[in-house]
């Protein structure tokens, strides 16, 4: 695994409605307190435990030796000063001499954090001569691996003190990606249960917030939120391996295997994230910045490739590289944000509030050593914590920023739907107009098995007397009156509307025909009946009803011109009388079909 300074960047995405979006912005604040009171506590707890352990570092107090291939440790003395050299392909010994750390000699924990290597032997001095020996292997760390990247070696409790502790460690890529701990057992089990907490927690919002995003792209077709799944992917898998939870199902890919995979997942992470950040607000950017900054990404991840493989001292090469091409990733990112903020939508804004403390944490970790803080996790706790941060805040983002696309779209297609309702209703009466009819009765009795269907075309007698004699306004009046009754019939069978004019039809489904002369007559009788105020007092007021009967399957404009004739019939035969077609016309071209269902004649007015 690589050092700290190689764990992953992270990278943007943008923003299924939920309760209310002003709710959103207030649980948006509230998370935000929250965990940024939260990092902060977590960070003085972790500055202020740092005192109860003692970092075993070159020089400080760990000397060193470099030996062939062997289980023992060297008999000749240890150098102090200076690096060790050409201990890749043998075994490098590190012996700390114990002076002054009193508290911590009765029950001594060493903690090792996992790295590149294939055998670790630890030996632990105690004052009256005896030495306790404990060893792991590549590929088999037994029960001493500890979630939170870290192998635990507990010395065993004795009246003599421990006076020294010695290392030997074959095969070691670099000793500067070496961190061990010297805790008594109070401090070491606190800081191994807080790294174990946080990387589990971490982990797990992580997962789903992954999971989240990867169906939110799929739902709304975002690439950006499809390319923040798969960072989510890539940090979930970092950290799981990292963290060392994978050894609960797969203990063979203990110490390389597992850091190599690390320092792979970490750069893919960086890329992933760099390309979710730069394709949610390409549009706001030049595309030089585009290209610049995705290449930057892509570079971090293929060069995670080669670093992943090597076991030897390049992999300090390596990570330098890495250091530099991070932090040279983060200033394009962070400059792509600030172009768009200042150039763009307001997503650039959702993306830096989200995307600031992961990125500050990452370029922290490639500038400082974060090795002896946050409870032994070091680096890779504080970007996995800060991961999760993010995940968090720009779930929430998405999620309002989608309520309110949501409540947008949904407004409109309400506009829509009134003005389409309103396109298809008559503005006097409220009735269905000729067009609003015709789709009705399409809609309403389209399908299904074939059943009768009566069409009844009705006109008002004498309207045009009524309209000179008592003004358009009491005609309209009159006209509203009759609406109001047929509206009455409206029913899953029956449908009315307004054709023009004086002219009123409904359509009505299921009747034979005595049945449905007596629904015509009754129709006639009560609208005959109405009260129209003064108009009646001076004359009343009738209809004339035509009726063609067909079925469901017959076109309308058929039904529409036999029923016409029949009208026009009962208004010769003396009006105020219900008369039925004596026939349908006789059928037309496929053509004239075609044509008749779309184009309708508008009736000529009646007396």
């Given at each position: 695994m690589?050092?700290?300074r190689d764990t992953?960047?992270?990278?943007p995405?943008?923003?299924w409605?939920?309760?209310?979006?002003?709710?959103?912005r207030?649980l948006t604040?509230?998370?935000?307190?929250?965990?940024?009171?939260?990092?902060?506590v977590?960070l003085?707890a972790?500055l202020?435990?740092?005192?109860?352990?003692?970092t075993?570092r070159?020089?400080q107090?760990?000397?060193?030796a470099?030996t062939?291939?062997q289980?023992?440790?060297?008999?000749k003395?240890?150098?102090c000063v200076g690096?060790?050299?050409?201990?890749q392909?043998?075994?490098?010994w590190?012996?700390?001499y114990?002076?002054?750390?009193?508290?911590?000699?009765?029950s001594?924990v060493?903690?090792?954090?996992?790295?590149?290597f294939?055998r670790l032997?630890?030996?632990?001095?105690?004052a009256?001569?005896?030495?306790?020996r404990?060893?792991?292997m590549?590929g088999?760390?037994?029960?001493?691996?500890?979630?939170?990247g870290q192998?635990a070696?507990e010395?065993?409790?004795?009246?003599a003190?421990?006076?020294g502790v010695?290392?030997?460690?074959?095969?070691?890529a670099s000793?500067?990606l070496?961190r061990v701990?010297?805790l008594?057992?109070?401090?070491?089990?606190?800081?191994?249960?807080?790294?174990a907490v946080?990387?589990?927690g971490?982990?797990?919002?992580l997962?789903?917030?992954?999971?989240?995003n990867l169906?939110?792209?799929?739902?709304?077709r975002?690439i950006?939120?499809a390319w923040?799944?798969l960072?989510a992917?890539?940090?979930?898998?970092w950290g799981?391996f990292?963290s060392q939870?994978?050894?609960?199902l797969?203990?063979?890919?203990?110490g390389?295997s597992?850091a190599?995979?690390?320092?792979?997942?970490?750069?893919?992470a960086v890329?992933t994230?760099t390309i979710?950040?730069?394709?949610?607000?390409?549009?706001a950017?030049?595309?030089?910045m585009?290209?610049i900054?995705i290449?930057?990404g892509?570079a971090?991840?293929?060069v995670g490739?080669p670093a992943?493989?090597?076991?030897?001292g390049s992999v300090?090469?390596?990570?330098?590289?890495?250091?530099?091409?991070?932090l040279a990733d983060l200033?394009g990112?962070?400059?792509?944000?600030g172009?768009?903020?200042?150039?763009?939508?307001?997503?650039?804004r959702?993306?830096a509030k989200s995307?600031?403390?992961?990125?500050?944490?990452?370029?922290?970790?490639?500038l400082f050593?974060?090795s002896?803080?946050?409870f032994?996790?070091?680096a890779?706790?504080?970007v996995?914590?800060a991961?999760a941060f993010q995940?968090?805040w720009?779930?929430?983002t998405?999620?309002?920023?989608?309520s309110?696309m949501?409540?947008e779209?949904?407004?409109?297609?309400?506009a829509e739907?009134?003005?389409?309702e309103l396109?298809?209703?008559?503005?006097?009466?409220?009735?269905?107009n000729r067009?609003?009819f015709?789709e009705?009765?399409?809609t309403?009795?389209a399908?299904?098995n074939?059943?009768p269907?009566?069409l009844?075309?009705?006109?008002?007698?004498?309207?045009?007397?009524?309209n000179d004699?008592?003004?358009?306004?009491a005609?309209?009046?009159?006209l509203?009156?009759i609406?109001?009754?047929?509206?009455?019939?409206e029913r899953e069978?029956?449908?009315a509307?307004r054709m023009g004019?004086?002219?009123?039809v409904?359509?009505?489904?299921?009747?034979?025909?005595?049945a449905?002369?007596?629904f015509?007559?009754?129709?006639?009788?009560?609208?005959?009946?109405?009260d129209h105020?003064?108009?009646?007092?001076?004359r009343?007021?009738t209809?004339?009803?035509g009726?063609?009967e067909?079925?469901t399957?017959?076109?309308?404009?058929?039904?529409?011109?036999?029923?016409?004739?029949?009208?026009?019939?009962?208004?010769?035969a003396?009006?105020?009388?219900?008369?039925?077609?004596?026939?349908l016309p006789?059928?037309?071209?496929?053509e004239q079909?075609?044509?008749?269902?779309?184009?309708?004649?508008?009736?000529?007015r009646?007396a």
């Open positions: 690589l050092d700290a992953p960047a992270d990278t995405i943008l923003p409605p939920l309760p209310g979006i002003a709710g959103y207030h604040a509230c998370v935000r307190n929250w965990l940024g009171r939260l990092c902060a977590l003085l972790s202020a435990h740092a005192a109860d352990a003692l075993l070159l020089g107090p760990l000397c060193h470099v062939a291939t289980a023992t440790p060297p008999e003395a240890y150098g690096e060790p050299r050409d201990y392909s043998g075994t490098l590190l012996h700390a114990l002076t002054g750390a009193d508290d911590m000699r009765a001594p060493l903690l090792v954090h996992q790295t590149r294939d032997i630890v030996l632990f001095h105690y009256d001569g005896f030495t306790d404990q060893e792991v590549r088999d760390y037994g029960a001493h691996w500890r979630i939170g192998i070696f010395a065993p409790a004795r009246t003190p421990l006076a010695t290392l030997g460690i074959t095969h070691l000793q500067k070496l701990r010297l008594g057992q109070v401090a070491a089990n606190r800081d191994l249960a807080t790294a946080l990387a589990g971490s982990i797990t919002l997962l789903m917030a992954g999971v989240y169906s939110l792209a799929i739902a709304t975002r950006s939120l923040h799944g960072w992917v890539c940090m979930v898998l799981l990292w939870i994978t050894l609960i797969l203990p063979q890919v203990a390389t597992a190599q995979t690390c320092t792979l997942l970490a750069c893919l890329g994230a979710s950040v730069i394709l949610a607000i390409s549009a950017l030049p595309r030089w585009v290209r900054t290449g930057l892509t971090v991840a293929m490739i992943s493989l090597v076991t030897d300090d090469m390596f990570a330098d590289l890495l250091g530099v091409l991070v200033l990112v962070a400059l792509a944000i172009w768009s903020w200042r150039h763009g939508p307001g997503e650039a959702d993306l995307w600031v403390l992961p990125m500050g944490v990452l370029a922290l970790t490639q050593d974060f002896d803080t946050l032994g996790g070091g890779q706790i504080a996995l914590s991961s995940t968090i720009l779930s929430i998405a999620t309002l920023h989608f309110t949501r409540a779209l949904d407004q409109a297609r309400a739907s009134a003005l389409a396109a298809s209703r008559d503005p006097l009466t409220a009735l269905l067009r609003g015709v009705c009765l399409e309403t009795f399908g299904g074939e059943a269907l009566a009844l075309l009705m006109d008002v007698d004498l309207f045009k007397s009524i004699q008592f003004g358009h306004e005609g309209d009046a009159v509203c009156r609406a109001n009754l047929l509206r009455r019939f069978v029956c449908i509307g004019g004086e002219e009123f409904v359509a009505i489904s299921g009747l034979t025909s005595f449905l002369a007596q015509a007559e009754r129709l006639r009788n009560d609208l005959g009946t109405l105020g003064e108009v009646t007092r001076h009343q007021v209809v004339s009803i009726v063609a067909g079925t399957r017959t076109r309308f404009q058929r039904l529409y011109s036999a029923a016409d004739r029949a009208l026009y019939d009962a208004k010769r003396g009006r105020n009388k219900v008369l039925f077609a004596s026939g006789d059928p037309q071209s496929r079909l075609e044509r008749d269902q779309f184009s309708f004649r508008w009736p000529r009646r």
